[in-house]
């Protein structure tokens, strides 16, 4: 029998799908990989990087990063030989950064088949992601799970190349690429391109708009596509407040 892995996108997920009879190990991406600097030459100054970044921004330790974070990542690149691995990961700019680096670390030469889980979308709820399933709803969407071809995953791995390495001609390139396994690319990288998050936070404080919910509600309804939580929405927040 061959071992399953599902790889989540931060711990709630997770949550709900041990509340289901999907089967498989549980694995938590728990980075923010689309905010801060992803520069470096090698896995351990990348986890040295993003120790700093984190500790720095959002209150937590080096220490807690690499039992938390890192210790995930490294279960990823030790997923076993014939292994099937399941990434529930959502559309948004957030979901597919990490979506992307979660790519570079699963093993290519042990055979394993990978499957992109999609959350239903519509026009209404293509945001929303899996917030709002119920038990059901994950269960049905496991069996629509999408196999990454050679091409989807070479795409997968050139995305994450050309994000971390900043550049923008070969981003726009890959997102006109067709591939089953992502969705949306067009608009993602149009928006991450075109859209700057830190003028919106600032042009609604200018209109009057100052308390933090309502910000990070407004950011929601109209930038959707970026994913940000209320802690990456906050840092914004607070810097433009200091700049004022």
Known sequence: MNKIFNITNGNCLAEQLKETTISGEMIICREALVTGSLQAENLDVFWKVRSEFIAENYGDTKENYYRK??????????????????????????????????????????????????????????????????????????????????????????????????????????????????????ELITAYQNINPEVFIQNLILNGITDFSEVFEKFREELGIFGFGDLQVKLIYDKVFQEK
């Open 69 to 186: 974070v890192v210790s995930e990542f490294n279960k990823i690149m030790q997923i076993p030989e014939d292994s099937e691995v399941h990434l529930w990961f959502e559309d948004d700019l957030f979901c597919q950064v990490n979506m992307w680096f979660c790519l570079t670390l699963i093993p290519k030469d042990k055979n394993i088949n990978i499957y992109r889980i999609f959350p239903k979308s519509s026009k209404e709820s293509q945001w929303k992601g899996f917030s709002d399933f119920d038990r059901f709803d994950l269960e049905e969407t496991l069996n629509s799970g999408v196999l990454f071809k050679q091409k989807d995953l070479e795409l997968g791995l050139n995305l994450w190349e050309a994000y971390q390495s900043n550049h923008q001609n070969k981003l726009k390139q890959l997102s006109e690429i067709q591939s089953d396994c992502f969705r949306f690319l067009p």
